[in-house]
């Protein structure tokens, strides 16, 4: 499989890997990562393409305020999990990149 | 000059600019959404979001949000409308082949269950749902009704199921899957084992002949390639070691209801 990796894309993974068996959202996802909702979206969707996410919805709000839409999370797989630890391996060692992964070296050896 | 700007801002449209940006995100929210398709999860996905983006970053992101409905609303509902164009669906018992009668038919009343589906296409449980749910292959044999009802896909499913994975394998992008899937789909009377895809990772190419193949690989382009024949085999070969059930829910295998 190839996915183009792209700077946005390698945010994008280091983002979902940082909590690698938690649920993310896409508001919280795009803070995290830095990438506007306009190129994250199409990402995210990509990578469910692929089976490396999983997606779902929220049952109910866990707050008092019965009124709000159900927000609708994403998931790594296992698969997710071991493609998107190739990516970032990979981008450790692309120059391109060096700015990212050093930014997030506390995440780096896991 | 100072008077032109007066002149253009006025009071009421100021005040109804303020509202309208400022005080319901919500309602320009529920506007951007509709360029997305109606079945589009991302259209509840992004109501549901706004309530979780700080109340004072609202406005803005609801104007970020224009542009993923521009550019991924818009490229659906057009990927969707090459989706939707005529498919050539023979009416009678029998199933043709995937865009033509030329191979051996399979009876149309014989479906496969998701999980066999993809032993079959090699593919994921959760590609397969997710497929379906975006209508890039949606179970033809039976479709989903409620949740008791087993979905059953065809053998002409399958195929395209096995196609995407191929194609998907070599690195080609889901909008030139989805483009020629509907392509293939709109060519009726095609004969199916003769027809090679060929893809550079960027495109599809659809060669009906040996020497298009090789003009294609002296230009330097095609470098991988799908034998639609050959996958058909495939496919054949693997179902008839695979559990098949009747579409038409004739089946002795639902349990008897209990009293």
Known sequence: MRVRRTYTFVQVAIALMADGSGRHWGYELSKQSGVRSGVMYPTLQRMLEEGWLTDGWENQPQSGRAKRPPRRYYELTDEGKAALGAVLAEARRDARFAPLVSRNAAWGNC | ?259
């Open chain 2, 1 to 259: 000059m100072l008077s032109l700007t007066f002149q253009t801002v006025t009071w009421p449209g100021l005040v109804a600019t303020l509202l309208f940006w400022g005080f319901a995100p919500g309602a320009v929210l529920r506007l951007i959404i509709l360029l997305f398709p109606k079945e589009d999860p991302r259209r509840r996905e992004l109501l549901g979001e706004l309530y979780a983006v700080p109340r004072i970053e609202r406005p803005f992101w609801v104007i970020e949000q224009l542009e993923v409905g521009l550019f991924e609303g818009l490229r659906h509902r057009y990927a969707r409308r090459n989706a939707n164009d005529p498919v050539a669906t023979p009416e009678g018992g029998e199933e043709g082949l995937l865009f033509g009668d030329e191979l051996v038919a399979q009876p149309a009343a014989i479906g496969y269950r998701g999980p066999t589906a993809c032993v079959a296409a090699g593919i994921t449980y959760r590609q397969l749902d997710y497929w379906a749910r975006t209508s890039l292959v949606e179970p033809s044999a039976r479709a989903m009704q409620g949740s008791g009802e087993q979905r059953l896909y065809s053998f002409r499913d399958i195929l395209v199921l096995k196609v995407i994975k191929r194609l998907l394998d070599t690195g080609i992008s889901m909008n030139q899957i989805r483009a020629a899937v509907a392509h293939l789909r709109s060519r009726g009377a095609v004969d199916l084992a003769g027809v090679t895809l060929m893809t550079d990772g960027y495109s599809v190419y659809e060669c009906t002949s040996p020497d298009e193949v090789v003009d294609l690989l002296q230009g330097g382009q095609g470098v991988f390639g799908v034998a639609l024949g050959r996958i058909w085999k495939e496919v054949d070969e693997t179902l008839s070691e695979l559990p098949a059930e009747r579409a038409d829910g004739r089946s002795d295998e639902l349990p008897p209801l209990r009293e």
